[in-house]
């Protein structure tokens, strides 16, 4: 159960970070070539944030140990519906449990 106290917690993140509607990056987008892992906010011409992908090279030539690209797709839209989601979701549990 989400206490009150991590509303309250999740309620100042919210406010302090980068305003307006998040989008994920054009990684997500199956008709763009572009590997841009950022996600993006409006308003805003740089990215917000960045998820990493798996360069697909063993560790010993230069590889990294990121989330393999479907996953890394997947992980930038969570993000960025999350954020647009978590006011909403956070009224309704308020909102049920006043009830």
Avoid: F, Q
């Avoid at 106290?5 to 997500?28: C, K, N, V, Y």
């Avoid at 990493?52 to 993000?79: Q, T």
């Amino acid at each position: 159960m989400i206490s009150p106290e991590t509303i309250a917690e999740l309620r100042l993140l919210l406010s302090r970070a980068t305003d307006g509607e998040w989008h994920p990056g054009h990684l997500t987008r199956d008709d763009l070539k572009c590997d841009c892992a950022y996600i993006l906010s409006e308003g805003r011409l740089g990215g917000v944030l960045e998820v990493y992908i798996d360069n697909e090279k063993p560790i010993s030539e230069g590889g990294n140990d990121a989330p393999p690209r479907e996953e890394a797709k997947a992980n930038l839209a969570l993000v960025a519906l999350m954020k647009n989601c978590l006011p909403d979701l956070l009224d309704e549990i308020e909102k049920a449990r006043s009830k």
